[in-house]
């Protein structure tokens, strides 16, 4: 019960982190709320590992580099998540973007880029992004 | 629409690929150093963009609110209600539980105009279109057992 809790809130988080991010940049721009936000939430997460006193991030030098630039991602994801908002609405953007989520994550699984073990698409996940991509259809038509 | 569209499977994919990241990271490092690293990279390109594009215009913060120095911290709670998430449930049920609810709160958002967003009105064809969507995710995430592993766990 408490793990979907926090699965339920950690969605709404996310949901309302791209509603704010907009209208924090129709104040200040798209460029200065995406640095603002993740300056202050990068801050806040510091103190907490300063806080929680993990060891662990030494071992970054285990990773590969392309694998910790990840995080500079962030920017043209803030940007382009704010800039579709703008145009097409919260719940057309984050539907179309939980498609195409999932579709390329099914794509580099099912080549098992990037390390991922490869797997085989099996038909659910066909029908599952053809339900989605209706939902889309559904909502817009 | 077509833009707005494009920039979403933008972002999509982006977040896809940040995901498969992050989490090879976070097999190391654990989740606040994982945490830490990727807002604070998050900033540095932010920053280094904004100045290519807007140069000192980039500082000028006049119609700043006092709230928005505290927006990032929705960051730090998205973080810690998925980790505590998987932790309890593991990754295929979180998931599925964090995608229903990212469209729901987006429907109510648009509904209610959320932070002055343009009110989009709450019609039946709306919610039908969330609930096969939903439907959609749930057939994806858990029919068939093959998403144990790689890199279909790691999605937020």
């Known amino acids: 019960m408490k793990g979907i809790l926090f699965a339920f809130l950690g969605g709404a988080f996310i949901t309302l982190q791209g509603v704010a991010n907009t209208r924090i940049s129709q104040d200040i721009g798209t460029w200065q709320a995406a640095t603002i936000t993740q300056l202050t939430g990068f801050i806040m997460a510091l103190v907490i590992l300063i806080f929680v006193r993990d ?13 910790l630039a990840g995080g500079a991602f962030a920017a ?13 609405g919260v719940t057309f953007t984050v539907s ?46 | ?35 830490t690293l990727v807002l604070g990279l998050g900033f ?10 807007e140069g000192k215009q980039l500082f000028d913060l006049q119609n700043m609110k006092t709230w928005y120095w505290f927006s990032g911290l929705i960051g730090v709670g998205v973080v810690t209600s998925i980790v505590q998430g998987m932790r309890l449930l593991g990754p295929t049920y979180t998931i599925s539980i964090v995608m229903t609810s990212q469209l729901g ?32 995710i749930l057939v994806f995430k858990l029919g068939g057992a093959n998403v144990k592993h790689g890199a279909a766990k790691m999605i937020s």
């Open chain 2, 44 to 53: 540095l390109a932010s920053l280094s963009i904004g100045l290519i594009f």
């Open chain 2, 105 to 136: 709160f987006a429907l109510l958002g648009d509904s209610l105009g959320l932070l002055g967003l343009t009110q989009v009105p709450f019609t039946s064809k709306q919610l039908i279109g969330v609930l096969v969507i939903v439907s959609g």
């Open chain 1, 55 to 67: 060891r662990k991030w030494k071992r970054f030098k285990q990773v590969k580099p392309l694998y």
């Open chain 2, 1 to 35: 629409m077509i833009l707005g569209l494009l920039f979403s499977i933008i972002a999509g994919s982006l977040v896809s690929l940040q995901n498969i990241f992050n989490s090879k990271v976070n097999e190391r490092a654990g989740s606040w150093a994982t945490t």
């Open chain 1, 96 to 141: 179309a973007m939980l498609i195409a989520q999932l579709v390329l994550t099914y794509i580099i699984d099912s080549n098992g880029w990037f390390g991922t073990i490869k797997q085989k698409i099996k038909l659910p996940q066909f029908i599952g992004i053809g339900l989605m991509i209706a939902g889309v259809v559904i909502l817009r038509f």
């Open chain 1, 76 to 88: 043209i994801v803030i940007f382009s998540n704010v800039t579709a908002i703008q145009r097409i």
